[in-house]
């Protein structure tokens, strides 16, 4: 069984209940990591921040990303 779970050739839209179940096929003593300053990583808070954004509702910028930060609580992704 691979490790992997994340390829960059190609883009593939990823819910919690993915996320767990991918998550749920790798040894449990695995340390989680974050992206950190300048391409380097950290260690996860063991209590993260979940921030909560909208997808696909950015559409006057394209330098600022598709996703914009909920404001109205009707959100449909986070970002850990």
């Known amino acids: ?18 996320l767990t179940e991918m998550l749920g096929r790798l040894d ?3 340390h989680v990591l974050v992206l ?8 996860i808070d063991r209590d993260p921040p979940i921030e909560q954004y909208n997808r696909n509702t950015n559409t006057s910028t394209w ?3 598709n996703h914009e930060r909920d404001e109205d609580g009707k959100y449909d992704c986070i970002v850990l």
């Not at 390829?7 to 919690?16: A, D, K, M």
């Open 63 to 65: 330098y600022y990303g």
């Open 36 to 43: 950190g300053y300048e391409g380097r990583l950290n260690d």
């Open 28 to 30: 449990p003593s695995i």
């Open 1 to 18: 069984m691979s490790n992997k779970i994340y390829s960059t050739q190609q883009t593939q839209i990823v819910t919690v209940g993915d």
